[in-house]
């Protein structure tokens, strides 16, 4: 698997996940640069976000890494938010991300001009450092 | 055998079935000199003088509160502000849906027993309170330590709006859905408005106005969103044996469920249907009826979209269809199946919580005193409740005639 990036020491100032017990391995792994899914061992099903419970049958998931690598289900692109800091961000991707691995996860897509976002478009994760120990996944159109 | 014998004799001496006989708005969309729990209040009144039920004989209460200001008003806080006596109470809270599913939990409480007449509630001041900006203003601010599944969401900046365009893309992708005819629908909603003297919004409008507004999250445009108002209402079911001697025809409920399938938006699990593919059908088969049954449906439409993935999922069209059947012009005025027809969440009136003016306009067409709007020959009409982030729907069908 090919290293995610980890970008460090840029001034957050989006809204902050609070960490629980069942977050902060998500939020710590994306901090070293892994995507972390749940697999559950009991019906395989796979999820996102990190719950107690599988949401098929009620066991105890167990975490996986995830590649990382999927392709936008859908999207949108915001151009009116008067909430800080995202006013100063417009336009900007806000979109459901299709993982290799099967679960959907919601994310912003950068690196690219928000009209040319497209279903089906491949993505790739990348984390930002909110604080140390707390990263977020952000997607860009995959390189390959 | 004259018809009250004749409703002896097939339902015993005391006839349950559940309707609705007293309806009140408080006043809408700007009262700035209410606050939400006045709004509870005086719709209250209204809905009593409509019927003429005395207070002291309320005895089940259902509220959803959620007016969102520094107001409480949930169940217990206004059961206590109204002096609701109560031996039923209840406060399912699914959103702007909520009140769907009270008409389908009230029926079934009414039917059993638990209570004969039930008060609903609902008011907010949220276009005095907060202004125009709530849809785009985001989830939730910088800075700030965000709880529970939000937390996975709220560093994306996504806004109310953009919750909604992302289900818009999805449908247009899968079935080439337009902004013209999700623009249609505006357009439809927006001619009813023309002919209420209270709605927000009052001009006519064309698709071209629609598609060529501002895009606020695409793919969908001012005129895609509903309006951002003052508001209240109230209602009152009873049983069908205790409305004989009211003010006001009974409006029978034929049939009511609802489902979810998600809360937040990155949790729903197919972006191009709701949860109506289930409360839909189920609320059909109670009734005995199917859609080509249906003289009016009072949809929620917080957004084009919504109406769009609502005719679909709860049975007026076939999947992916929605887009070519509004096209055809059956939810505007004079159509087969007219939507709105108090000017909608779109543009009359929209504070926050809008499933109860669907109920309330419903039973005004039912009992034939929406005037200049009336539909012809109204005898079944559909509310359609969307809660969240098209996550809750719940469904009631009212009837003008005894089941
Ligand atoms: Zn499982």
Same mark, same amino acid.
């Given at each position: 698997?090919?290293?995610?990036?980890?970008?460090?020491?840029?001034?957050?100032?989006?809204?902050?996940?609070?960490?629980?017990?069942?977050?902060?391995?998500?939020?710590?792994?994306?901090?070293?640069?892994?995507?972390?899914?749940?697999?559950?061992?009991?019906?395989?099903?796979?999820?996102? $976000?990190?719950?107690?419970?599988?949401?098929?049958?009620?066991?105890?998931?167990?975490?996986?890494?995830?590649?990382?690598?999927?392709?936008?289900?859908?999207?949108?692109?915001?151009?009116?938010?008067?909430?800080?800091?995202?006013?100063?961000?417009?336009?900007?991707?806000?979109?459901?991300?299709?993982?290799?691995?099967?679960?959907?996860?919601?994310?912003?897509?950068?690196?690219?001009?928000?009209?040319?976002?497209?279903?089906?478009?491949?993505?790739?994760? $990348?984390?930002?450092?909110?604080?140390?120990?707390?990263?977020?996944?952000?997607?860009?159109?995959?390189?390959? | 055998?004259?018809?009250?014998?004749? @409703? =002896?004799?097939?339902?015993?001496?005391?006839?349950? +079935?559940?309707?609705?006989? *007293?309806?009140?708005?408080?006043?809408?969309?700007?009262?700035?000199?209410?606050?939400?729990?006045?709004?509870?209040?005086?719709?209250?009144?209204?809905?009593?003088?409509?019927? *003429?039920?005395?207070?002291?004989?309320?005895?089940?209460?259902?509220?959803?509160?959620?007016?969102?200001?520094?107001?409480?008003?949930?169940?217990?806080?206004?059961?206590?502000?109204?002096?609701?006596?109560?031996?039923?109470?209840?406060?399912?809270?699914?959103?702007?849906?909520?009140?769907?599913?009270?008409?389908?939990?009230?029926?079934?409480?009414?039917?059993? *027993?638990?209570?004969?007449?039930?008060?609903?509630?609902?008011?907010?001041?949220?276009?005095?309170?907060?202004? @125009?900006?709530?849809?785009?203003?985001?989830?939730?601010?910088?800075?700030?330590?965000?709880?529970?599944?939000?937390?996975?969401?709220?560093?994306?900046?996504?806004?109310?709006?953009?919750?909604?365009?992302?289900?818009?893309?999805?449908?247009?992708?899968?079935?080439?859905?337009?902004?013209?005819?999700?623009?249609?629908?505006?357009?439809?909603?927006?001619?009813?408005?023309?002919?209420?003297?209270?709605?927000?919004?009052?001009?006519?409008?064309?698709?071209?106005?629609?598609?060529?507004?501002?895009?606020?999250?695409?793919?969908?445009?001012?005129?895609?969103?509903?309006?951002?108002?003052?508001?209240?209402?109230?209602?009152?079911?009873?049983?069908?044996?205790?409305?004989?001697?009211?003010?006001?025809?009974?409006?029978?409920?034929?049939?009511?469920?609802?489902?979810?399938?998600?809360?937040?938006?990155?949790?729903?699990?197919?972006?191009?249907? +709701?949860?109506?593919?289930?409360? *839909?059908?189920?609320?059909?088969?109670?009734?005995?009826?199917?859609?080509?049954?249906?003289?009016?449906?009072?949809?929620?439409?917080?957004?084009?979209?919504?109406?769009?993935?609502?005719?679909?999922?709860?049975?007026?069209?076939?999947? %992916?269809?929605?887009?070519?059947?509004?096209?055809?012009?059956? =939810?505007?005025?004079? %159509?087969?199946?007219?939507?709105?027809?108090?000017?909608?969440?779109?543009?009359?009136?929209?504070?926050?919580?809008?499933?109860?003016?669907?109920?309330?306009?419903?039973?005004?067409?039912?009992?034939?005193?929406?005037?200049?709007?009336?539909?012809?020959?109204?005898?079944?009409?559909?509310?359609?409740?969307? %809660?969240?982030? =098209?996550?809750?729907? %719940?469904?009631?069908?009212?009837?003008?005639?005894?089941?």
């Amino acid at each position: 698997m090919t290293s995610t990036e980890v970008v460090r020491g840029e001034e957050w100032l989006r809204p902050k996940p609070a960490k629980d017990p069942v977050s902060t391995p998500y939020w710590e792994a994306a901090a070293r640069g892994e995507l972390l899914i749940q697999h559950c061992p009991s019906c395989g099903n796979r999820q996102w $976000y990190p719950r107690a419970v599988c949401t098929a049958c009620g066991e105890s998931p167990e975490w996986e890494q995830a590649s990382g690598r999927g392709t936008v289900h859908t999207f949108t692109i915001i151009r009116q938010n008067y909430a800080k800091p995202f006013r100063d961000l417009l336009p900007y991707v806000v979109a459901m991300i299709e993982l290799e691995e099967g679960p959907m996860v919601m994310g912003n897509v950068t690196d690219i001009e928000a009209d040319d976002v497209q279903i089906g478009m491949p993505v790739e994760v $990348y984390m930002v450092e909110a604080e140390e120990g707390l990263g977020v996944p952000f997607w860009r159109p995959a390189k390959s | 055998m004259d018809s009250r014998k004749w @409703r =002896l004799f097939y339902f015993g001496p005391m006839d349950r +079935t559940p309707v609705i006989v *007293g309806v009140g708005l408080s006043e809408y969309p700007k009262a700035p000199d209410l606050d939400a729990v006045q709004h509870h209040s005086l719709a209250m009144q209204r809905a009593l003088a409509d019927c *003429g039920i005395p207070k002291r004989e309320i005895d089940g209460y259902i509220c959803a509160g959620g007016s969102g200001g520094m107001m409480v008003d949930d169940a217990v806080t206004m059961s206590e502000y109204l002096r609701i006596d109560h031996r039923y109470v209840d406060s399912t809270m699914t959103g702007g849906s909520s009140f769907e599913f009270h008409v389908q939990h009230g029926a079934a409480a009414i039917r059993d *027993g638990a209570c004969d007449t039930i008060l609903v509630t609902y008011g907010s001041d949220q276009l005095s309170r907060m202004g @125009r900006m709530l849809g785009t203003g985001g989830f939730q601010r910088g800075g700030s330590r965000v709880a529970g599944p939000m937390q996975y969401e709220a560093p994306y900046g996504n806004s109310l709006v953009g919750a909604y365009a992302m289900a818009a893309r999805r449908h247009m992708h899968e079935f080439g859905t337009t902004s013209e005819q999700l623009a249609e629908i505006a357009v439809g909603v927006r001619e009813f408005a023309t002919l209420n003297p209270k709605a927000i919004y009052r001009d006519p409008i064309t698709v071209d106005d629609v598609v060529n507004s501002r895009m606020i999250a695409d793919p969908l445009h001012k005129l895609d969103c509903c309006a951002i108002t003052d508001g209240g209402g109230a209602f009152i079911m009873t049983t069908a044996e205790r409305a004989r001697d009211l003010a006001q025809p009974p409006v029978y409920v034929l049939g009511a469920a609802g489902a979810q399938t998600h809360w937040n938006i990155s949790q729903m699990p197919d972006y191009t249907t +709701t949860a109506g593919a289930k409360a *839909g059908p189920e609320a059909f088969a109670r009734a005995g009826l199917t859609p080509d049954d249906v003289d009016m449906i009072m949809f929620y439409d917080s957004f084009t979209i919504t109406v769009l993935l609502l005719l679909e999922s709860v049975g007026f069209c076939k999947r %992916g269809e929605g887009g070519p059947f509004v096209a055809e012009g059956h =939810l505007k005025r004079g %159509g087969k199946l007219p939507l709105n027809t108090d000017g909608g969440g779109l543009s009359s009136c929209h504070p926050g919580m809008r499933g109860i003016f669907l109920i309330i306009e419903a039973v005004r067409q039912l009992r034939g005193q929406a005037g200049e709007v009336q539909v012809p020959d109204c005898n079944v009409a559909l509310a359609a409740g969307s %809660g969240g982030w =098209l996550s809750a729907i %719940g469904v009631a069908i009212l009837g003008k005639e005894h089941p």
